[in-house]
């Protein structure tokens, strides 16, 4: 068991490479990915981020984790959410309590101050998911999410949601449409293409703006210019 506890520890610094290992190709390509979101945004600030995928286990906790990393580097004040109110996971890879957030604050249980915890990385603060609801889609619907972001954004330069795949449950749409824009991460040889195009039009119909794909978890050869999230 000691040893099982070990390597999960390890396994979350990893997924933090961005934080861990700032000068590796991979965290180089976080950052180009959040200099590719920055210049997105021509017409409007970018100041809220939905990422999503189109099915579990394609990537995008690490993508969120990672990212919210790199624009917390480029010195902006940044809250990472885990809207994820079904499967959260960003309490683990920052190795968090996850005994009360988002869903308490939701229901107004308790402030935006008291939920948010301070992480290992300078200029970014962790809004953890709190204990899973019963009704995920209904309090990321209500009007307490819109004052929340709202308030964020008083505080904060970027906030970046962690959220649920898109063709699993409807709560990435309606989060949509709370937020500045969305971004689908899909993983090589396993997303299927269907799936991904599926995901982005429900994306738009929700009336999302979509900013954009991750390719995550992509082959590479020798000398190969590419970009590549993930382990």
Do not use: W
């Amino acid at each position: 068991m000691a040893r099982k506890n070990t390597v999960q520890r390890v396994n979350h610094q990893r997924q933090l490479i961005t934080h861990e290992e700032p000068k590796s190709p991979i965290s180089e390509q976080y950052r180009t990915l959040r200099t590719n979101l920055q210049f997105s945004a021509v017409d409007t600030e970018l100041r809220s981020i939905v990422i999503t995928s189109s099915s579990p286990s394609e990537g995008k906790s690490l993508t969120t984790a990672n990212l919210a990393v790199a624009f917390a580097q480029q010195g902006k004040s940044v809250l990472l959410i885990d809207a994820d109110l079904r499967k959260p996971t960003v309490h683990y890879t920052f190795r968090i309590n996850n005994t009360f957030g988002l869903s308490n604050l939701l229901i107004g249980e308790h402030t935006l101050e008291d939920c948010v915890t301070n992480s290992k990385v300078d200029n970014l603060d962790i809004l953890p998911c709190g204990p899973v609801p019963p009704n995920p889609s209904e309090l990321l619907g209500s009007r307490s999410m819109q004052k929340l972001i709202d308030t964020a954004k008083e505080s904060y330069d970027m906030v970046i949601f962690d959220s649920p795949p898109v063709l699993a449950v409807t709560d990435s749409q309606v989060l949509a449409n709370h937020t500045d824009g969305v971004l689908l991460v899909v993983r090589s040889k396993k997303t299927e293409k269907d799936a991904a195009s599926r995901a982005k039009e429900l994306l738009v119909q929700a009336k999302a703006n979509v900013l954009g794909v991750v390719l995550n978890d992509k082959d590479t050869k020798e000398g190969e210019y590419f970009y590549y999230y993930g382990n």
